[in-house]
């Protein structure tokens, strides 16, 4: 009898041990990033009450969207009415595609960790109350095609990194407090200048072959 409560016990803790080296742990990681995101956040509206953390992973969530391998792919978040601020835990959702947080009160400075998401496709962070720099890590993001920044409170240089950005389709900056130039090499070549109005401080376009003298504006 005693033999096979202690037979038992071993089984259990055998199953619990496997249970932690399987994939869904993968997706609860990216769980725990959103639910963190979750405790940061204000929800007026009651938009993440469906973010149940003792759910395997988050792909029943809703504004989550997995792929047939549980991995987040898309944030649905906007229009919300969310606020406070994003930080830093968005950039381990190595698979995320589309981040779309436009229309809402957020607060505080991009993180620069979101330069971690290598698959993202279209980060839409527009009409919030985003203040800081656009972080130079962005010009990671080899897969961007859509990066709409507009009408927030954005300051500094346009990051010259961004022109790496050579799948970069739409930019929008407007409505910021962006300072400098702007820039004129790769993708930059085609964007329309309406992508940049309304800064107060910034210059317009570089001119080729002279280094900004407000570089560093
Ligand atoms: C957004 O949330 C605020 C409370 O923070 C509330 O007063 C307002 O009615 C909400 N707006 C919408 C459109 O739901």
Known sequence: MATRVAMGAVFLVLVVASSSSSPALASNEEGDALYALRTRLSDPNGVLQSWDPTLVNPCTWF????????????????????????????????NLQY???????LIGEIPKELGNLKNLIS??????????????SLSKLNSLRFMRLNNNKLAGSIPRELTKLSNLKVIDLSNNDLCGTIPVDGPFSTFPLRSFE????????????LVPYDFGC
């Not at 391998?69 to 919300?80: K, T």
């Open 99 to 105: 981040l779309e947080l436009y229309r809402n009160n």
């Open 63 to 94: 504004h989550v969207t997995c792929d047939h391998a549980s991995r987040v792919v898309r944030l649905d978040l906007g229009n919300s009415n969310i606020s406070g601020s994003i930080g830093p835990e968005l950039g381990r959702l190595v």
């Open 198 to 209: 309304n800064n107060n401080r910034l210059n317009g376009p570089e001119l080729q072959g």
């Open 123 to 136: 980060l839409d962070l527009y009409a919030n109350r985003l203040t800081g720099p656009i972080p130079k």
